[in-house]
């Protein structure tokens, strides 16, 4: 005798909410599918994976939002890197990066990406009242305190990267609060929400508020259009003339150009992590900060390979200018390479220039020094200190070998001329621990307010 197995019942595709359930008319708002289906049930009711075999292959970007809310000495612990953890902005910008990579561990429907972008960003939410350096006040209506994070995702493929963003900034907003729990289990995550997405079938969406920026595929400038709160995280700099005056010597209203710092150092040296962790906390601050870079070697892309901007040099451009809502950049080509000192003219919209490299610039420098030796050439990092010298950015070993170095070289010296060493014949510069961004900035600003 065979068995039959009973037909499996058809389940209501309302799966589960009652034929007649109204929502409240407060949040009826126009849905935007360009389907009345949920394409992640089949005609049973069972959850599936999409086959997105057959769909075309586009470019496809996602921007994501959350933010964490907290305690105001919480977030001044996390500003002035006090957390016991370590720091605590750096980890929760990589933990955001990883976990978009792993969404589709995470979310069972998801479909493995290979990510061509993930960008992670995280930026203070301020009192009321606040002030900060670019005159923004990202502040919310309930006076509370904390970072937002903002998630930009980018895929060439057959399906979108909307989940991608989303668990980054959750990711970052959950690592900020395992690194701070110890002293704030009350923090709140809230407001995780799609902001922008682009490509595929459905095209362009946009949250409410957001300004129309079809065809646009720098991520940057997309994030700028959107809502105020994410507007805080690239404020638009104003006209030279409406900037309130410099607390430093020189820079907006003062008459003169913005004082210059220079961080040099030879390869791997860890100049650009120190650089841009000193720029983060000099802004913290409330100073208006630029930088230079030095490229080091002759000749470099413009923009990326592919863009427009690069297609333009490609074919023989000499000077390619991009311009876009809120930002601008010029790219030309020269026969030698512009003096620092005529780029530094061009920033009067600054407090202070961080220069990244120009080692024979003769600006007043930091020397950085991770090991002490230049393992691609050789070099040796104490050749870096001179009369321009204004500290040495390196560990505890580099700075006692550094020490005991210069003590021998003036022994020597001494003992040349005839005459008995001491102590003072040894002059080194001071001594910053490398990995105290924040005494960095402090030792930066200090030095500039000495000299008004």
């Given amino acids: 005798m065979t068995a039959r197995t009973p037909d499996k019942p058809e389940r209501p595709k309302t799966l589960g909410r009652a034929v007649h359930e109204k929502y409240p008319a407060a949040v009826v708002e126009p849905r935007d599918a360009y ?28 921007i994501a939002e959350g933010s964490i809310l907290m305690h105001p000495e919480t977030q001044a612990m996390v500003l002035e890197d006090r957390a016991k953890k370590g720091d605590v902005l750096a980890c929760a910008r990589i933990a955001g990066i990883m976990a978009s990579k792993r969404t589709s561990d995470i979310i069972p429907m998801c479909h493995p990406l290979n990510l061509t972008k993930a960008k992670v960003e995280i930026a203070p939410i301020t009192a009321p009242g606040t002030k900060l350096a670019s005159g923004w006040a990202p502040e919310r ?68 508020g957001a300004k129309d920026m079809a065809g646009t595929d720098d991520a940057t400038a997309i994030a700028d259009s ?138 007043p420098s930091i020397a950085v020094a991770r090991s002490g030796i230049d393992r691609m050439r050789g070099r040796d990092s104490f050749e870096l200190i001179d009369e321009n010298t204004l500290a040495v950015a390196c560990n505890d070993v580099v700075a006692r070998d550094f020490r005991t170095r210069a003590a021998k070289a003036a022994r020597a010296a001494a003992e040349e001329e005839g005459r008995a060493f001491n102590e003072s014949d040894v002059t080194l510069p001071p001594f910053l621990d490398i990995n105290d961004s924040a005494a960095i900035a402090s030792f930066v600003y200090d030095h500039l307010q000495n000299l008004k």
Wanted: hydrophobic share 35%; aromatic share 4%.
């Fill in 35 to 62: 389907r009345d289906e949920l394409t992640h049930v089949d005609e049973h009711g069972d959850v599936r994976m999409v086959d997105v075999g057959e769909k075309a292959v586009t470019q496809r970007l996602a």
């Fill in 141 to 208: 209506e309930d006076g509370r305190v904390g970072f937002r994070v903002r998630a930009t995702c980018g895929v060439t493929g057959v399906t979108g990267i909307e989940m991608e963003a989303l668990t980054a900034a959750s990711a970052a907003c959950l690592t900020i609060y395992d690194m701070c729990k110890a002293v704030d289990r009350g923090m709140e995550i809230v407001d995780v929400r799609l902001l922008h997405k682009e490509g595929g079938r459905s095209g362009l969406w946009e949250r409410d």
């Fill in 226 to 363: 959107t809502h105020a709160a994410n507007a805080a995280l690239h404020p638009i700099s104003p006209a030279p003339e409406d900037l309130d005056p410099s607390p430093l010597p020189g820079g907006p209203r003062t008459g003169a150009a913005a004082p210059a710092i220079a961080f040099v150092g030879y390869q791997n040296a860890g100049k650009t992590t120190l650089v841009e962790k000193v720029i983060s906390r000099l802004t913290q601050r409330g100073l208006r900060v630029g930088s230079i870079k030095h490229h080091g070697h002759k000749g470099f892309d413009i923009d990326q390979p592919g863009k427009d901007s690069w297609r333009h040099a490609q074919a023989g451009s000499r000077h390619v200018g991009l311009v876009s809502p809120g930002a601008y950049a010029e790219y030309a080509r020269i026969d030698g390479e512009v003096p620092v000192r005529d780029l530094i003219a061009h920033y009067t919209d600054v407090d202070i220039v961080i220069v990244e490299g120009y080692k024979t610039a003769g600006l």
